[in-house]
């Protein structure tokens, strides 16, 4: 089910949200509202969302196939954490589907190290680099209860095309 993105201003995502219990993970209600996630990300054009964008304060995000290794599977982590493997950064435009229409350039990690468990409550662990490793650390910010605009610089509103 298509559901809503929260957009600011809303409370809820500026909270932490709660780790699943990986005993839950299965569950009917979590997997309802992983599918729920990944249709509302493909909805709404987003590459990335976090479960607090649905109102749904609880530690799971998707990443869109495209990011995935064999690209044939949406990347779903639950009670993901990331370190970094490497100390270099780097600036890049970043988006978001709860703050519509706004840009700006946030520095983030070029490669990290992430952990997490799967949509089945598989332990997963894998390194990603570049564009994966910037939308993961956007989306475990989502989780954190930190938006892109509170780290981003040279924020601006995206031009409508009048023609
Ligand atoms: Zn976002």
């Given at each position: ?28 209600s ?20 976090a ?7 609880l ?53 990290i ?10 332990q ?23 938006l ?16």
């Open positions: 089910m298509i559901l809503n993105i929260i957009t600011e201003p809303n409370p809820i995502l500026h909270q932490p949200s709660a780790a699943v219990p990986i005993t839950d993970i299965n569950s009917e979590i997997q309802k509202l992983i599918e729920d996630i990944v249709e509302t990300m493909y909805a709404n054009n987003g590459v990335g969302i479960a607090p964008q649905i109102d749904s304060s530690q799971i995000c998707a990443i869109m196939k495209d990011f995935a290794k064999k690209k044939d599977k949406d990347i779903i982590l639950i009670n993901p954490r990331w370190e970094k493997t490497s100390p270099l950064k780097e600036w890049d435009e970043e988006g978001c589907l709860s703050v519509p229409k706004i840009y700006g350039q946030v520095k983030r990690y070029k490669k190290k992430v952990d997490a468990f799967d949509a089945h409550g598989k997963i662990c894998f390194i990603a680099e570049g564009t994966l490793a910037r939308i993961i650390q956007h989306e475990v910010d989502h989780l954190k209860g930190t892109f605009i509170e780290k981003a610089k040279n924020l601006h509103s995206l031009q409508e095309e009048t023609m």
